[in-house]
């Protein structure tokens, strides 16, 4: 229905004449007027619902860094209900509530929320200093998957007293049927998340799961992440304004331990960390 966004009449162009010039619309970028004579976008006979609608919108978004990556649309809402709307999940739900069945379709450990501990639990410890800094971004940029980890931390705390011990977290990792991991990789996950080494993580450390993932997902937002924090825009992030910033919001209580990171990260010893030297330390390819 409707029409596609980056269209050329066919009887006029076609063949490579007819890519090119496709092309030539995409570079000029998307524009969501109604044309005259084509109809509107989503035929009233042929409804949408606007989760559908919200998923094509991040998809399109001309700014690399801001659209969804083929792994964080997998964890739409869309799709994860199956293309079912929010008035259809509702009744679901009211039908399992007096079923008493747990909806699990947003809080359940995904093959994609655990490859998120999994990087975390790979990479460089400056990764507890830089995605502090991030999470208010993060939550900006990506409300519903932020709603997403709340029910998740909700699911995995079972006992209510709102943190997460190492059985809770296990068990929570073995029941997911999208993930296959031995009880060393749980173990690993869960000494990485746990930042105050209290044998319990509480939502932050979740979140810093997701912060570190939605950076590492693209390299543009790494480097926008990277130019942020480059104050004097030469290319460098001065140590000591970074560890400033640290320690004015000491989110776990440790901020000593996190400036002796930030330190190991300056590898030259030169009281500043370079794109390379932040990617090395940030991405887990390089871990």
Do not use: C
């Not at 006979?45 to 978004?61: F, G, I, Q, T, Y």
């Not at 006992?159 to 990792?173: A, C, L, S, V």
């Not at 746990?194 to 543009?220: C, P, R, T, W």
């Not at 640290?246 to 590898?267: F, N, R, T």
């Amino acid at each position: 229905f409707g029409f596609p966004p980056f269209y050329v009449d066919p009887t006029k162009y076609y063949g490579q004449r007819e890519a090119q010039a496709i092309y030539r619309l995409i570079q000029k970028g998307f524009d969501s007027k109604v044309k005259r004579g084509y109809g509107p976008w989503f035929p009233k006979k042929m409804p949408v619902s606007d989760e559908a609608k919200d998923l094509m919108a991040r998809l399109m978004e001309s700014d690399t860094s801001k659209r969804l990556t083929a792994k964080e649309a997998l964890q739409h809402l869309w799709i994860l209900n199956e293309g079912k709307s929010s008035k259809e999940i509702k009744k679901e739900e009211k039908i399992k509530q007096k079923q008493k069945l747990d909806d699990e379709k947003d809080s359940k450990v995904t093959k994609e929320v655990g490859y998120q501990f999994a990087n975390f639990a790979t990479s460089n410890q400056f990764k507890h200093a830089i995605t502090t800094l991030f999470r208010d971004k993060y939550q900006q940029m990506r409300p519903q998957h932020f709603e997403n980890l709340k029910k998740l931390f909700k699911e995995l705390d079972t006992d209510g007293n709102g943190t997460i011990d190492y059985d809770e977290f296990k068990n929570g990792m073995l029941k997911s049927k999208d993930l296959n991991l031995s009880e060393e990789d749980i173990k690993k996950m869960f000494q990485e998340l746990d930042v105050k080494k209290v044998g319990e993580i509480d939502f932050e450390a979740l979140v810093n799961a997701a912060v570190h993932d939605y950076l590492i997902a693209s390299d543009q937002r790494l480097y926008e992440a990277f130019r942020e924090l480059d104050d004097d825009e030469d290319g460098k992030i001065k140590t000591a304004e970074l560890k400033k910033k640290i320690k004015e919001m000491d989110v776990y209580g440790k901020a000593d331990e996190l400036l002796k990171i930030i330190d190991s990260v300056d590898l030259d010893k030169d009281g500043t960390i370079d794109y390379e030297e932040f990617l090395r330390a940030l991405h887990p390819d390089f871990n």
